[in-house]
């Protein structure tokens, strides 16, 4: 199996801060990774497919970048609805899916 | 560009079964396969298996093997999850979603099932 760590576990930030989350896998997946935000009793919401692929609707400020076992994603200016938990899931073994723990984004 | 709906709260006690659904609508519910996610009390997301509604294939994470079924009727563009033999442990919001490039692009609101004697 595929395991996944994300780094930090948690992070306070003000608005306008830069944001980078990372996620890291136990073996190669070469761009086979995706990003979801997750707000307080909400669903999640997928954000960035493929490693870098923008949702539509998703704004600019959020991008995705990596290949391999190390990814990053980063939000360039926080904004007040941003304040929520990210999660990378890993679909190269598909149709085996995995999630990394998540990252809490919560205000400074 | 579609949605899915599923059914509401369960409250079940421990060694019982639940079924939750997902019924889709604005797209094309057999080209795309449906997911299951749960996530427990201040949890992260777990993983739970898919099914094809074009061909009923099913593929289960090993934590929930045995006790999982997933299926689909294609008839009313529903997918279900039914779990077995229940424990307090399976007490948590579970998800549906579409799978698109295995992205999950489409999920469903929650639905709360609480294990409980």
């Known amino acids: 199996d595929i395991q996944m760590t994300q780094s930090p576990s948690s992070l306070s930030a003000s608005v306008g801060d830069r944001v980078t989350i990372t996620c890291r896998t136990s073996?190669?997946?070469?761009?086979?990774l995706n990003w979801y935000q997750q707000r307080p009793g909400k669903a999640p919401k997928l954000l960035i497919s493929?490693?870098?692929t923008l949702q539509s609707g998703v704004p600019s400020r959020f991008s995705g970048s990596g290949s391999g076992t190390d990814f990053t994603l980063t939000i360039s200016s926080l904004q007040p609805e941003d304040f929520a938990t990210y999660y990378c899931q890993q679909s190269y073994s598909t149709p085996l899916f995995t999630f990394g723990p998540g990252t809490k984004v919560d205000i400074k | 560009q579609g949605q899915l709906v599923q059914s509401g709260a369960e409250v079940k006690k421990p060694g019982a079964s639940v079924k939750v659904s997902c019924t889709a609508s604005?797209?094309?519910?057999?080209?795309?396969?449906i997911t299951w996610v749960r996530q427990a009390p201040g949890q992260g997301l777990e993983w739970m298996g898919w099914?094809?509604?074009?061909?009923?294939?099913?593929d289960y994470a090993q934590k929930v093997q045995g006790r999982v079924t997933m299926t689909t009727d294609t008839s009313t563009s529903t997918a279900y999850m039914e779990l077995r033999s229940l424990t307090s442990d399976d007490t948590a919001v579970y998800y549906c979603?579409?799978?698109?490039?295995?992205?999950?692009?489409?999920w469903g609101q929650g639905t709360t099932v609480t294990v409980s004697s």
């Open positions: 493929a490693t870098s």
């Open positions: 099914v094809s509604p074009f061909n009923g294939r099913t």
């Open positions: 979603a579409s799978i698109t490039g295995g992205a999950f692009d489409k």
């Open positions: 073996q190669t997946i070469s761009t086979y």
């Open positions: 604005g797209y094309s519910f057999s080209s795309y396969g």
